[in-house]
């Protein structure tokens, strides 16, 4: 692989675990104001995030490149109740699609067929994460502040389960 290659995967094992760091602060907020479902979604997407890092960094290792680990930033820990911290995540989210589009077209200018394809199962993963993620702000607009169904909307969260990912089970 190219270094320009190698080098946006790095930054993009980065911003996956950014991700993570994130969804785990946002599930220590959501734990602490009582909502153990939204805690659990979030620590759910947080897992993911950390499945994301490993599977480009096992991809890196299987092309023979090299893994160039970085600083990974403290997030912004100032939340404001659910919605705005769903808002928050699909604006993060959309951030990343940018981020794995950005790969893919660096793959395809670079003529590294390889990396194009790898990337395909990211596309879909994101188009995921918006949907899922959209959902739950509807939801959230359509009750308002309604504490009886924050509550429902809460134990339904509860429900979300991880699932885990690696280099060997997206192909
Ligand atoms: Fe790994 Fe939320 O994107």
């Not at 692989?1 to 930054?11: G, P, Q, Y």
């Not at 599930?27 to 759910?44: E, P, R």
């Amino acid at each position: 692989m190219n270094t320009k290659v190698e080098d946006i995967l790095n930054a993009q094992i980065n911003k996956e675990f950014y991700s993570a760091y994130l969804y785990l602060a946002m599930s220590a907020y959501f734990d602490s104001i009582g909502l153990k479902g939204f805690s659990n979604w979030t620590k759910v997407q947080a897992k993911e995030e950390m499945d994301h890092g490993m599977i480009i960094f096992d991809y890196i290792i299987a092309r023979d490149s090299k893994v160039n680990l970085q600083t990974i930033e403290a997030p912004d820990i100032v939340f404001d109740g659910p919605l705005n911290v769903f808002e928050m995540i699909l604006s993060h989210e959309k951030e990343v699609t940018e981020s794995i589009e950005s790969v893919a077209n660096l793959s395809e200018d670079e003529c590294d067929k390889a990396t194009r394809c790898f990337i395909d199962w990211y596309i879909g993963e994101q188009v995921e994460e918006e949907a899922g993620t959209l959902e739950v702000i509807k939801k959230l607009k359509m009750f308002g502040t309604e504490c009886s169904m924050l509550y429902h909307l809460d134990k339904e969260l509860t429900q979300r389960q991880y699932k885990s990912h690696n280099y060997h089970s997206i192909g």
